[in-house]
């Protein structure tokens, strides 16, 4: 088995990004919004991690070229946490967005994102079709929903699937994720300790110290696309492992989607810090 480097911050990736945002309602987390691992630790705790304040949520599939070689990844942000911090011997109660569960498709990246900065990664399997009109369709099969803790194998049965078409006649446009701080939007990303698992090619370090990150998307080729969330098969039979038809509760079918060809995902090194001592 290969052995896995670190390769620490900062990272800088290159790819297609897909990105469907959503009103997630506060406290309102499926049981899927979690892998299992990280389900049955502090770090999806209110206690232990911060209570769910919903918000803005996001999904994002990406297809990228890094340092650790290319992969592919499903990201699930449902909004922001609570989370406090020690400030002058005090505690402060604060708010970010937080990656719930996300999957790759190689080992290097889930170590190192793992690793570097708190980030839940997981392995799958993603299966892509290239359909008629630009369209792309994806379907990502996890590595920790089979019931073996050693994570060893992809299940046969996919936790997500999405197809995303252009939008028609429409141009595309530069953006960049990080005008939202000029409307008041802070995209930080603050993450809890992660506990280690047993993944058999040694992909899963756990953490203990807290991290900030804030990463930055940005793409002169951003464009408009359907995304069509249904888990269901061409006989309307739910493939999904979860029960939600349209993966997330509340979500219809249809959802307007961004695409971002030829982005640039910059990583830089995290901000760390211990859990509060304080009982104030």
Known sequence: MDEIEPVPAPWQLKGTVYIVSFLSKAGQLPDHAYSPLERDSPYASPAGSGEHRGGIGQFQVIRTESPVGAYDELIVCPGSFNYETEEDGRRKTKKNARISRIYVSQKYTCWNGRKNWNIPKHLARFEWDELDGGAKGVRVYPHDTTGD?????????????????????????????????????????????LPAGEGSQGELPGTDRWCRIMPAQSTKLASLAWADLSQKNEQGELTSSVADENFWPGLGRWQLALQMEDAVIDFAEGAYWDAPKTKL
């Open 149 to 193: 803790p050693s994570e060893s194998r992809a299940n046969n049965v996919p936790l997500f699937q999405a197809r995303f078409t252009p939008m028609r006649w429409t141009p595309s446009f530069p953006l960049s994720l990080s005008w939202l701080r000029y409307v008041g939007i802070d995209a930080s990303l603050v993450q809890p300790p």
